[in-house]
């Protein structure tokens, strides 16, 4: 899986839109970006996934520059429940590697 | 929505002890997956399993651990001989097929060696 590079923390308020980075330089060709959110004590879950320009499901967008070399999480309108950890996955190998995500603190 | 379920939610053993956790993931998932994660720190690979065997591992799983699918729908982790090292929060996933994207993961076991 290729390497991945995104914000240790980030702080934003309710009502916000937020938006998480992933630098991702050495993508290969065939590499999805793919993105999981961890809320504390639950297993990680699948938010969602693509290939190249934009992809937009009822939680979150997912926008790809046409190098591919970074990605933007995007949520909007945030409430404290998104507060967790999300994930920039990079690959399409039969296993995921988690990092360290990047832990979203949302205030009142 | 299709859930991967684990049991226990919390298990306490002592040092030394043999646990298993158990894992029922979706029923027509055909990949299944073991992570760990230790408090405050990232989720990590153990094993994945496909067909009735192994098909990778992580370094961390050593022969002190070993998966198992007995009857067709329960995947489990035994972890022989604790230790306190083996205090974490275990995450049990399927997915439908190789990739990354729909691994469902169920809530997770935490287990605490004493």
């Known amino acids: 899986l290729a390497k991945t590079t995104q914000p240790i923390s980030m702080d934003s308020y309710e009502?916000?839109?937020?938006?998480?980075?992933?630098?991702?330089?050495?993508?290969?060709t065939n590499d999805?970006?793919?993105w999981y959110q961890q809320f504390p004590s639950q297993g990680p879950r699948f938010i969602i996934q693509g290939y190249k320009t934009k992809v937009t499901n009822e939680v979150a967008s997912l926008f790809i520059p046409a190098?591919?070399?970074?990605s933007t999480l995007?949520?909007?309108?945030?409430?404290?429940?998104d507060t967790a950890v999300y994930y920039c996955l990079v690959g399409r190998d039969d296993k995921i590697i988690f990092g360290k995500g990047t832990r979203l603190h949302i205030l009142p | 929505e299709p859930e991967v379920t684990q049991t226990p939610s919390h298990q306490?053993?002592?040092?030394?002890?043999?646990v298993i956790l158990r894992c029922v993931p979706?029923?027509?998932?055909l990949y299944f997956y073991w992570y760990r994660q230790i408090l405050g720190q990232k989720v990590?690979?153990?094993v994945s399993f496909y067909n009735n065997e192994i098909s990778e591992k992580s370094e961390i799983f050593d022969d002190q651990f070993s998966v198992e699918?007995?009857?067709g729908s329960n995947f489990t982790l035994k972890i022989r001989s604790t230790k306190l090292e083996d205090s974490a929060m275990y995450f049990c996933a399927s997915s439908g097929g190789p990739s990354v994207y729909g691994y469902t993961f169920g809530s997770g076991t935490r287990l605490t060696v004493v």
């Open chain 1, 15 to 28: 009502g916000q839109e937020v938006n998480i980075t992933c630098s991702h330089n050495n993508i290969a």
């Open chain 1, 32 to 34: 999805y970006i793919t």
């Open chain 1, 74 to 81: 995007s949520l909007p309108r945030v409430s404290l429940s």
């Open chain 2, 26 to 29: 979706i029923s027509n998932h």
């Open chain 2, 44 to 46: 990590e690979f153990l």
């Open chain 2, 69 to 71: 699918r007995p009857d």
């Open chain 1, 67 to 70: 190098d591919r070399k970074s």
């Open chain 2, 12 to 18: 306490v053993t002592q040092m030394g002890q043999e």
